[in-house]
């Protein structure tokens, strides 16, 4: 791994702003240190591991039982759910891109003094015996006092692909019975916890059990109001239909391994999604992007 490193570092690496490291051997991490931010970006699974604006505590959860192993995915950070979001019979929960190694495909600092960096993955035998369709796919990660995430679909083949996906976004919150999600009031819901009843939003999202929605028909910014933070993050997006807000609570996260007891009073997801009934059809050589923009108010 030494030499995938050098190899990494003399062709992406940025002085005083990025080089790359190791989470465990064997899993790169591009580490990212600016005057407006700093991030961790793991190239298995194209995964933002964290993002702290300067000045400010971190934004991103990782649980303390996270594990990093080859094709095994993070709890925490951002998870990329692709080309489907959630349980696929005798397929990977979420996708297969969020256990997969993503190559560099480039590094940048732009006008505004915020790290670019680019990644991809590619269809090829593996993807195919999962899910038979030709993609590029790419994850262009902007971090500044904004944290920027495109997620960039093109359909290489020659039919139309059906796709879900999501930035699986995991939030630190103080309290999580001190939080409240704004910005979906009226908003149609399909509740999984009650057997994916159709519910509606009165007012804001608040928490006093297992939580888990997926919000229909909503392109709005939705914001995290985290009073015993002191803060407020707000969630922009764009090419994005859903919002799936979630907390397992107690009881659902004894049956997490890589998730320690009482974690779930500190994390909150609320995540940029195309998901249930608002699945996207990508054209032959048609592209298209998923983009969630995360600020501190």
């Not at 190899?7 to 005057?35: D, K, Q, R």
Request: net charge negative; charged share 20%; proline share 4%.
């Amino acid at each position: 791994m030494t030499s995938t490193l050098d190899t990494l570092n003399t062709s992406f690496a940025i002085a005083n702003a990025l080089h790359f490291s190791e989470a465990n051997p064997g899993l790169p991490v591009a580490e990212i240190h600016t005057p407006l931010a700093s991030a961790r970006v793991a190239l298995h699974g194209g995964h933002v591991l964290s993002w702290q604006p300067a000045g400010q505590k971190p934004v991103l959860w990782v649980s303390k039982a996270a594990i990093f192993e080859a094709g095994k995915p993070v709890r925490g950070g951002v998870p990329v759910c692709w080309p489907w979001f959630g349980a696929v019979p005798g397929k990977p929960m979420h996708g297969f891109v969020r256990t997969m190694m993503w190559q560099v495909r480039g590094t940048d600092i732009d006008a505004a003094g915020q790290v670019v960096l680019r990644l991809g993955i590619r269809d090829d035998a593996a993807t195919r015996a999962l899910w038979d369709r030709a993609f590029d796919l790419e994850m262009v990660v902007t971090v500044g006092t904004t944290l920027t995430m495109a997620l960039i679909t093109r359909n290489t083949g020659d039919v139309p692909m059906t796709i879900t996906q999501a930035l699986h976004t995991y939030f630190c919150t103080g309290d999580i019975t001190q939080t409240v999600v704004q910005g979906l009031n009226g908003d149609s819901y399909l509740d999984k916890v009650q057997n994916f009843a159709v519910c509606q939003q009165s007012g804001d999202v608040r928490f006093t059990g297992e939580t888990d929605r997926i919000y229909t028909e909503t392109a709005a910014d939705s914001l995290i109001n985290d009073a015993a933070g002191g803060r407020t993050i707000r969630i922009a997006k764009q090419g994005s239909e859903t919002t799936v807000v979630w907390n397992p609570w107690a009881e659902k996260e004894k049956g997490m391994v890589d998730m320690a007891a009482g974690e779930y009073q500190q994390m909150l997801c609320v995540e940029t999604c195309n998901a249930g009934p608002d699945a996207v059809t990508v054209a032959a050589g048609e592209t298209r992007s998923l983009v969630a923009r995360i600020s501190v108010e």
